[in-house]
């Protein structure tokens, strides 16, 4: 069993290596700029540090479902990044520093807000002292029983001028993460009910990748970890 999911793997890989290449050269590059320390003077370094972190573990789980042939799944986690990077962009590409500090700091009030008191007293007593802190400072700002911290995915798209965007990609991502009717029907018309397929792969690889970058870019300027003409770079090859 484990030998035909390697060869798998491989044939995958073959039939797209441009896209995986890509793909891992990205991973690669981005992965060794957050092993840098780095401190959180604010509030806004905290929230994009938190997508960064989110992003690249997400951005490194779709070249695994991708070379299994798990498209649903790929384009579930593609679709991810795209909402990390839209977040990433609402709060860190905000012009007026007292509104992007006030959306990064009720992202962590609603985050914190999650949290049952059980699971708060577990944390070491400056740390939740700390978050306790940001919670009291910009609750205000999230709705009562809000089930998100902030404006709806279009909202946020809308917000930053990216309402094309999120009605082409999100429509395209979501239409594959929930099975695609031509899709299933085309499957379970065969006599022989084929599981997996890569034929989205490179396209689903591509979308994180850039995705991934949106978050990065970010991330990069609060950070400085990479040089901009290395970042440059990655995200003219991503978007080629």
């Known amino acids: 069993m484990t030998d035909s999911i390697t060869a798998y793997r491989k044939k995958v890989i073959a039939a797209h290596p441009t896209a995986f290449a890509l793909h891992t050269r990205i991973d690669s590059v981005l992965q060794r700029a957050t092993q840098n320390p780095r401190a959180h003077p604010t509030d806004v370094h905290i929230v994009l540090d938190m997508l960064m972190i989110q992003a690249a573990k997400a951005h490194a789980s779709v070249s695994i479902l991708a070379q299994h042939g798990l498209m649903e799944d790929t384009a579930t986690i593609a679709r991810r990044l795209m909402e990390l990077g839209v977040q990433a962009v609402y709060i860190g590409a905000e012009s007026d520093s007292k509104e992007r500090q006030r959306r990064a700091g009720t992202y962590l009030a609603f985050m914190w807000r999650q949290l049952p008191p059980r699971i708060k007293h577990l944390l070491p ?97 609060q950070f400085g970890a990479l040089a901009e003409d290395v970042f440059n770079r990655l995200v003219r090859d991503a978007m080629a």
Not at 151 to 172: A, H, N, Q
Request: with cysteine; net charge positive; proline share 4%.
């Open 125 to 221: 007593s400056p740390a939740r002292t700390t978050w306790s802190t940001i919670a009291r400072r910009y609750g205000r700002f999230v709705k009562s029983k809000a089930k998100t911290w902030g404006p709806t995915w279009r909202d946020m798209f809308c917000e930053i001028g990216g309402e094309k965007v999120y009605l082409k990609d999100y429509s395209f991502l979501s239409a594959i993460a929930h099975g695609r009717p031509d899709n299933q029907f085309f499957t379970f018309s065969s006599s022989t009910i084929r599981v997996h397929s890569h034929e989205f792969a490179p396209v689903l690889l591509g979308y994180s990748s850039r995705y991934y970058l949106v978050v990065a870019e970010q991330w990069n300027r």
